[in-house]
């Protein structure tokens, strides 16, 4: 069982480049979510997707899109990339909301220069 | 606001010396407190949900403990492979907390033979 897969594991943009982040579950699972990792500052979420067909923003949504393709795809899009936007990005996915046992992809290491 | 402040930020351990995580919180109603075990390049890996004050999860040498300010990771007689980082999260009871989990910076844990 591959679980939560994301690509690309690593990507360097120059500011102002637009690039998405692909990820995808096997587990039949309902709900997804992406979350973004700094150092000493906890995972935080960006957008998470109680259900296909919703999306809902989380604590730092500003400078990214999603769409939830369907109940396996869930992409994150970055516009207009900033060195803000520099971090390791996870993707996650549950059974539905509200049962956040979450399950992990491996991350995507994104710099933005 | 949700806040979960974990402690200490590393911990070096002899492998079968035992110690204790901290994980200390404020949240408007509790609903659920989760343990989470990141290896380096790794996404997170679930361990334990705590549900209520008095609630106590056992995993191998793992031991999750919760009263109604902070929960413990107890480690006891740690070995080499408990070398991790050691999230912790929290989800409040609001509906429209679903789906939104507030994560701590971690503690990490370097076991030595």
């Known amino acids: 069982n591959a679980g939560v897969t994301q690509t690309p594991k690593f990507q360097v943009l120059k500011t102002g480049q637009s690039m998405t982040l692909q990820c995808a579950q096997d587990?039949?699972?309902?709900?997804m979510y992406w979350y973004r990792q700094d150092p000493g500052m906890g995972l935080r979420l960006i957008y998470y997707?109680?259900?296909?067909?919703?999306?809902d923003k989380g604590e730092v949504p500003n400078g990214y899109n999603v769409s939830r393709l369907n109940k396996r795809e869930f992409s994150l899009r970055l516009e207009s990339a900033a060195p803000s936007q520099t971090s390791v990005y996870f993707c996650?996915?549950?059974?539905?909301?509200?049962?956040?046992?979450?399950?992990f992809g491996s991350g995507t290491q994104l710099s933005v220069l | 606001e949700d806040q979960v402040t974990q402690s200490p930020e590393a911990l070096r351990l002899q492998e079968g010396e035992s110690s204790s995580l901290n994980c200390s919180y404020t949240?408007?109603?509790?609903?659920?407190l989760f343990w989470y075990r990141q290896d380096p390049g790794k996404g997170p890996e679930f361990l334990f949900t705590?549900?209520?004050a008095g609630e106590e999860k056992e995993k191998e040498r793992l031991k999750a403990t919760l009263t109604k300010k902070e929960s413990f990771l107890h480690i006891t007689a740690p070995k080499p492979e408990d070398s991790a980082t050691y999230l912790c999260?929290?989800?409040?009871?609001?509906?429209?907390?679903?789906?939104?989990?507030?994560f701590g910076a971690g503690t990490q844990v370097v076991v030595t033979p």
């Open positions: 996650a996915s549950s059974s539905r909301v509200g049962h956040e046992k979450l399950f």
């Open positions: 587990m039949n699972h309902n709900s």
């Open positions: 997707s109680a259900s296909e067909g919703t999306t």
């Open positions: 949240v408007s109603g509790l609903r659920g």
């Open positions: 705590l549900y209520s």
């Open positions: 999260a929290v989800q409040a009871g609001t509906t429209d907390s679903w789906g939104k989990l507030q």
